[in-house]
């Protein structure tokens, strides 16, 4: 009987295909999730800057003599000094020179602020008075410091701090009762945002607790007057008053000598 002949199986030289096909697929896979995983929260990653940049400056990394862990803007004016260069202002024209370095500073942090009444920064008598608008700083109805302030309070105190004079920290609030909110009233509430402020200036720019006060006034000392929403959102603040030692000019230094004729 006759063997059957087997005829010889084709080979496929194609194979290879689908090795490679399942290999693109896997790739391409491999892409889509590295793409999906990289995609950012803008809104969460601005959050922990935030909250990192709270931590650091809480810590008290700032200062004049030191250099700051996050670019900020240029300060302009340089530090205050007395003529005798000591920290101590002891003439008028001294202390207008504080007020404009004090604005020159916060200049660039308050570009992108709504209004002009943010900081407002005067000589008044012997003392200067940095007034903040509460709108800035707090939330509504809260006493912790917004994050996104924190800059501008860093560089006035910068300058304020090293003269080592006594500043009192005053807490106001508008008429609007206090309602809803973890504070009985408003006493209570502007008495706690200038705490808030003073612990501020002494954790993180090492002002000394003897030279710092704070006291709230409630809405007992409004600075406009009626029942719009202007005057209300300016009778909210916090105002941070330096009290200065300036020279007066003593009258018996320049008494005229009384006229002795000379005996004739």
Do not use: C
């Not at 809480?58 to 803007?73: C, E, H, M, Y």
């Not at 709504?114 to 012997?126: R, W």
């Amino acid at each position: 009987m006759a063997k059957k002949k087997h005829e010889e199986e084709h080979e496929n030289h194609e194979r290879w295909l689908v090795s490679y096909a399942d290999f693109i697929t896997l790739l391409f896979a491999f892409f889509v999730v590295v793409y999906s995983v990289s995609r950012v929260d803008t809104k969460k990653m601005e959050q922990v800057s935030n909250a990192i940049k709270w931590a650091m400056h809480f810590d008290g990394t700032g200062g004049i003599g030191q250099l700051p862990i996050f670019d900020g803007p240029a300060s302009q004016g340089g530090s205050v000094m007395g003529l005798d260069g000591s920290n101590t202002l002891t003439t008028q024209p001294e202390a207008q020179a504080l007020q404009r370095t004090l604005e020159n500073r916060i200049k660039p942090f308050l570009v992108k602020q709504p209004g002009p009444t943010a900081v407002v920064i005067a000589v008044e008598g012997d003392h200067v008075l940095v007034r903040l608008a509460a709108a800035d700083f707090f939330d509504p109805g809260q006493a912790a410091l917004r994050p996104q302030a924190l800059p501008v309070l860093d560089a006035i105190a910068n300058e304020i701090v090293p003269l080592k004079r006594p500043l009192r920290v005053e807490g106001h609030t508008d008429d609007t009762p206090a309602t809803g909110t973890r504070f009985r009233d408003n006493w209570e509430l502007s008495a706690v945002r200038a705490a808030t402020v003073a612990s501020y200036l002494e954790r993180a720019h090492d002002a000394k607790p003897q030279l710092l006060s704070a006291t709230g006034f409630g809405s007992s000392r409004p600075i406009a007057q009626g029942a719009t929403a202007e005057a209300r959102e300016l009778n909210r603040r916090v105002e941070m008053v330096v009290e200065l030692e300036l020279k007066v000019p003593n009258a018996s230094q320049h008494k005229v000598p009384a006229f002795d004729p000379v005996p004739k």
